[in-house]
């Protein structure tokens, strides 16, 4: 469905939509709640032409039809200034606010979502794995590397298949990378990683994760690696800009 026109030319309906896009990524519920009550008030003084629409299937849809048709005054809903307020508008503009990811998804100020996910790997250096100049490890050939994985997408392409599908992949690569030897990792893959350094090992946990998502996400992925027993820089994949 495309969003309506007036909304989108409005410079407050499109802060809202951006503030109430935030609080869903920190699954803020009730301050969501709060702005859509906000957003309401503002369609109803500034654009009485624009009418939000039930959502075809939406059971709440449906609830807040029949609490607008079968309200008890005492538990009637008011804006500041006494008016009252439709509890289906109200409902509808969820359904709005919704629709405004449509706006500008691709530019600078678009709403974007992120998903950051952490883990500890610890792998070790097989046994005929000779000493490198300048390489720093524990006594038993260890490592233990910070792995975070991040994606930011325009919340359009974010959906919560591919959120899922990041946090399963992150949960596994969790599982599997405790305890493996370095050099083994990326061996039986397709992607012709080299994973001898923090470097390659985020450049392989970002080949890895993009595999599982939808083709061109991996664009929005970003992985870090450190290693803070060694004192060393961050390895990044993508490289750091900075």
């Known amino acids: ?14 802060d809202l939509a951006e503030e109430w896009w935030r609080l869903g990524i920190a699954d803020d519920k009730s301050k969501m709640r709060m702005l859509e009550f906000v957003f309401y008030g503002h369609l109803t ?24 048709q079968f309200f008890l005054p005492d538990l009637a809903m008011h804006r500041p ?34 998903s950051g996910h952490s883990f500890t790997a610890h792998l070790y250096h097989r046994a005929d794995h000779g000493p490198t100049p300048g390489h720093r490890c524990s006594p038993d050939r260890r490592h233990s590397y910070e792995v ?9 392409l974010a959906t919560e298949d591919q959120t899922m599908a990041l946090r399963i992949a992150v949960s596994e690569l969790e599982r599997d990378l405790q305890y493996r030897e370095l050099e083994r990792l990326g061996t039986d893959d397709e992607f012709g990683v080299a994973v001898d350094n923090r470097f390659g090992l985020a450049q392989w946990v970002h080949a890895t994760i993009a595999h599982r998502l939808a083709d061109g996400m991996g664009s929005y992925l970003r992985v870090q690696v450190d290693a803070p027993a060694e004192g060393s820089s961050p390895g990044f994949f993508p490289a750091d800009p900075k």
């Open 1 to 14: 469905m495309a969003l309506n026109p007036v909304i989108a030319a409005c410079a407050r309906c499109r």
């Open 81 to 114: 200034d006494g008016s009252y307020v439709d509890p289906a508008r109200l409902h509808f503009c969820h359904h709005l606010l919704e629709q405004t990811a449509e706006v500008s998804v691709t530019g600078a100020g678009a709403p974007h979502l992120t």
């Open 148 to 156: 975070t994985v991040e994606l930011k997408a325009p919340v359009t």
């Open 45 to 68: 003084d500034e654009h009485p032409m624009v009418h939000p629409t039930a959502l075809e299937g939406c059971r709440g849809c449906q609830e807040a039809v029949t609490t607008a």
